[in-house]
């Protein structure tokens, strides 16, 4: 099956700084979607985006398919932004999300 | 609206018992997924239902037995569990199965935090 590495596994940011996080897949992708997990839990979809880039807020993602990865930007880091970042991915073909192991994100005040 | 709905939030049942898990949507999405998530892990996929019939079964034991009612509701009942069942299981869904496009992105309930004992 399809292979998602993410990097780094922690990320500690004091507020108000920049961060990188990035996916790595194996295969053609159908669907790449990038989530923010809560401390409750709750997977909230932040990005759908297999090829291309897109910007919400202090948040952007480009997916460059041709050489397999992904990245998330986050600018002007908040609190609230802490969590786990989960990119999954979808091959060709395919019906099921692959997830990336995560990065977990701590925002300091 | 994308709003997948889970039922109950916090579940704790001991290992004879019998207890369901509910999920609900409305977004007229025909393809619906039952995930686990063990702490500090990435969810994974159990099983997935499409146009209300069981497409994918992760090799899941039979302790766990997924219902498709109707295009909205999907049901996971619960027997015999053993403690490391204990873990997050979140619901989700997606608007047709198996297409590209924006069509399969998948949208996720709160889960149920499940403890065994």
């Known amino acids: 099956g399809i292979q998602v590495e993410q990097s780094p596994p922690d990320l500690i940011l004091q507020e108000g700084a920049n961060s990188t996080l990035r996916c790595n897949f194996s295969?053609?992708?159908?669907?790449l979607q990038w989530f923010h997990q809560n401390p409750w839990g709750q997977l909230i979809n932040l990005f759908y985006?297999?090829?291309g880039t897109k910007q919400n807020g202090r948040l952007s993602a480009t997916t460059v398919a041709t050489e397999r990865y992904s990245l998330l930007y986050i600018s002007s880091s908040q609190t609230t932004d802490s969590g786990v970042y989960f990119c999954?991915?979808?091959?060709?073909?395919?019906?099921?999300?692959?997830f990336g192991e995560g990065t977990q994100l701590t925002v300091n005040p | 609206d994308t709003e997948v709905t889970q039922t109950p939030k916090h579940l704790v049942m001991g290992m004879t018992n019998k207890k369901s898990l509910k999920c609900e949507q409305h977004?007229?999405?025909?393809?619906m997924y039952w995930y686990k998530q063990k702490a500090k892990k990435p969810p994974e996929l159990m099983f997935v239902?499409?146009?209300?019939?069981?497409?994918i079964n992760e090799s899941v034991p039979s302790r766990f037995s997924p219902e498709c009612p109707n295009s909205s509701l999907l049901n996971l009942h619960l027997h015999a569990l053993q403690p490391e069942d204990s873990a997050l299981y979140l619901c989700?869904?997606?608007?047709?199965?198996?297409?590209?496009?924006?069509?399969?992105?998948?949208?996720f309930g709160a889960g149920t935090r499940l403890s065994v004992l």
């Open positions: 989700a869904s997606s608007q047709h199965p198996g297409t590209s496009g924006s069509r399969n992105i998948q949208y």
């Open positions: 985006i297999p090829s």
């Open positions: 295969d053609s992708v159908n669907n």
């Open positions: 239902y499409s146009y209300e019939k069981l497409s």
């Open positions: 977004m007229g999405h025909r393809a």
């Open positions: 999954a991915v979808e091959d060709e073909g395919g019906s099921r999300l692959t």
